[in-house]
């Protein structure tokens, strides 16, 4: 884990985030102030319930959020410049050659009527990694085979030729980084990239993404429900509840000492392999947006919440001199 006083190294914070949704029943207030920060080179994983927020703020790292969303306030600050406030020009920039993202539905993230060459002609000609807009067909192509050969996607000249639908779950995913990673040059943001996949191809995908991303050296946002994955990929872990992060520490810390009842609970729902029991689960549900708890948005659900929580939303504050962070009054009472 990268020193997290050194602002030299920092490559992403996001500070005080707060996005709610538009919708016909009312506004879902779902970031709660959300903290969080990367730096160069580091590798950070993003954990929690499905309906918690994750791919609400990597959206908004690109500003790539539906068109009902609406930020409350907060910043994001990437190499220093904040990207809720760039121009068009700026931000297509920002997109084009710093950072990119994986999706978790490859159907989805590509177009199915153009042809994958197609697809990735568009990525080489308007990214700045490659050269100009002037780059000629054959150029295009050639790198198209380079990047295609580099995902270790099989008879590449085949694939070119093929539309999305043509292709196995796997291979589009291996399209998909492709894609990604032919643009990249400061950050990845993988939102659980292996969600439709068999078990064996997740591994071959991670392990593939995980040699691109060491070979380039890449800072990696990793967002995934499976916390094996996670334990062996990332250098920091984040743990996210309801809008809130509420728990970051180096890996090998949190899942050896978790301090927040919520990570305690989810790392104990995870399956037992040597077969000792059934695996516990968290009692309740994520809340409701519409109306979410006052207080620590966790405690309705938590067995140790004090009066405190009930009432008053916990820092985020570092615990101990490992940068281990928590918000949760058990650590933090008046």
């Known amino acids: ?41 580091e590798k950070v ?45 700026q931000l297509n920039e920002m997109r084009r050659n710093n950072v990119t993202m994986i999706f978790q539905d490859p159907t989805a993230a590509l177009n199915p009527v153009f042809k994958v060459g197609e697809l990735l002609a568009d990525v080489i000609k308007y990214s700045g990694k490659y050269g100009s807009k002037q780059a ?38 291996r399209i998909c980084i492709a894609m990604s990673l032919a ?7 993988a939102d659980e990239p292996t969600t439709n996949l068999d078990v064996t191809i997740q591994d071959q995908v991670l392990r593939l993404m995980k040699n691109l991303v060491e070979k380039r050296n890449l800072s990696v946002i990793l967002i995934s429900h499976a916390l094996g994955t996670v334990r062996g990929t990332v250098d920091t872990v984040y743990v996210m509840y309801a809008g809130n992060m509420i728990e970051a520490a180096r890996t090998e810390e949190l899942f050896s000492n978790p301090l927040h009842p919520y990570t305690q609970g989810l790392l104990k729902s995870v399956p037992k392999l040597t077969g000792a029991g059934f695996s516990e689960g968290i009692k309740g549900r ?48 008046k």
């Open 1 to 41: 884990m990268r020193r997290q006083n050194n602002r030299v190294n920092q490559l992403l914070e996001v500070k005080g985030l707060y996005i709610g949704y538009k919708t016909y029943i009312g506004k879902l207030k779902v970031l709660n102030g959300v903290d969080f920060m990367v730096h160069k080179g």
């Open 45 to 89: 994983g993003v954990i929690g319930e499905s309906g918690c927020g994750k791919t609400t703020t990597m959206r908004a790292i690109l500003r790539i959020l539906s068109t009902n969303a609406v930020i409350d306030g907060g910043e994001i600050h990437f190499r220093g410049n904040d990207v809720l406030e760039m121009g068009k020009k």
């Open 136 to 173: 000629s067909k054959k150029e295009i192509h050639g790198k198209s085979i380079d990047i295609l050969k580099e995902v270790a996607l099989p008879d590449p000249e085949r694939v070119l030729d093929s539309y999305p639908f043509q292709l196995s779950g796997g291979m589009r995913q």
């Open 183 to 189: 643009t990249a040059k400061d950050l990845l943001i």
């Open 286 to 333: 994520v809340p409701d947006y519409i109306n979410p708890p006052s207080g620590c948005r966790f405690h309705p659900r938590c067995d140790r919440a004090l009066d405190i929580c009930r009432k008053e939303k916990p820092r985020f504050l570092n615990i101990d001199g490992n940068n281990h962070k928590v918000a949760c009054w058990l650590y933090g009472k």
